[in-house]
């Protein structure tokens, strides 16, 4: 417990750092702030426009969808702002930098997830959340401490999924130096189907989503509940299932630790 109290000591000290170092340059770090927060808003217009024309989407409204939207897009956000720069980790081994992180007294992921915050992603929380709070009273959604509790775990839950996915994929870098497409093809699997009810996909794809690729247990299965659209049991398994995957996530990543060879090796 001493040692996990004195890495997240030193993890926010390493935080604190780079976010002084971004705000350096004020105008760019605002930049990528509204540039996260305009890329995802014109993903939600486009859905915006489709729903004009079809009123619903496999008995979801706009407003329900736009609640789907958002807690996907929070999720996204809690889990990307921290980890950001382990999709840089391909980079660091080409050149070889990786090794420096090797040589100091901390956990190499703690050093790389510390050295660089996701600074746009904040553009992608900011606009889930403003869509959470507008879409849910659209919806009319009555919010009770019970389903406060229960969103904010569900968008954790959400939040350790996505991240999980990132965090494996990117550490196989360690070993096959180049993931960038197979993490780009996921990420797109997440940001594009997690957006819609997955009742629109058909049976066999939301069977796959659901229990292959786990984006349903991202927004889908939780805003279900919080919508009362249906009670799915699995829905309250998310941050379970979140903690599962991110713990297998980090045992891969300790796994191929193992066998990186530096590039002078």
């Not at 417990?1 to 997240?8: D, G, K, N, P, S």
């Not at 901390?106 to 869509?131: E, H, W």
């Not at 993490?183 to 989503?209: A, H, I, Q």
Request: proline share 4%; hydrophobic share 55%.
């Amino acid at each position: 417990m001493a040692e996990l109290r004195r890495t997240l000591r030193l993890y926010w000290v390493l935080q604190r750092a780079s976010v002084r170092g971004a705000m350096q340059y004020r105008a760019n770090a605002y930049i990528g702030m509204l540039c996260g927060a305009v890329w995802q808003g014109a993903g939600f217009a486009f859905i915006w426009v489709v729903m004009h024309t079809f009123p619903a989407l496999g008995g979801w409204t706009l407003g329900e969808v736009a609640f789907l939207y958002g807690l996907r897009l929070t999720a996204h956000g809690v889990a990307m702002i921290p980890l950001f720069n382990v999709g840089s980790l391909e980079q660091l081994v080409r050149e070889g930098t990786f090794d420096r992180y090797l040589l100091r007294p901390l956990d190499p992921l703690v050093q790389i997830m510390g050295s660089r915050l996701g600074l746009s992603q904040a553009g992608d929380l900011a606009v889930g959340v403003a869509l959470l709070a507008v879409a849910g009273g659209t919806a009319g959604v009555e919010w009770t401490p019970g389903l406060v509790l229960f969103a904010l775990t569900a968008i954790v839950g959400g939040a350790l999924i996505e991240g999980a996915f990132y965090l494996g994929l990117s550490s196989l870098s360690l070993r096959l130096l180049d993931t960038f497409a197979l993490r780009v093809f996921v990420d797109e699997m997440f940001s594009k189907f997690g957006s819609y009810p997955m009742k629109v996909f058909g049976g066999v794809t939301e069977w796959l989503l659901t229990f292959v690729l786990p984006v349903a247990f991202v927004a889908y299965l939780p805003a279900a509940v919080i919508l009362d659209k249906f009670a799915h049991p699995l829905a309250y398994a998310s941050p379970l299932v979140g903690l599962a995957l991110f713990w297998l996530a980090h045992r891969l990543w300790r796994g191929q630790l193992k066998h990186y060879q530096s590039v002078g090796s």
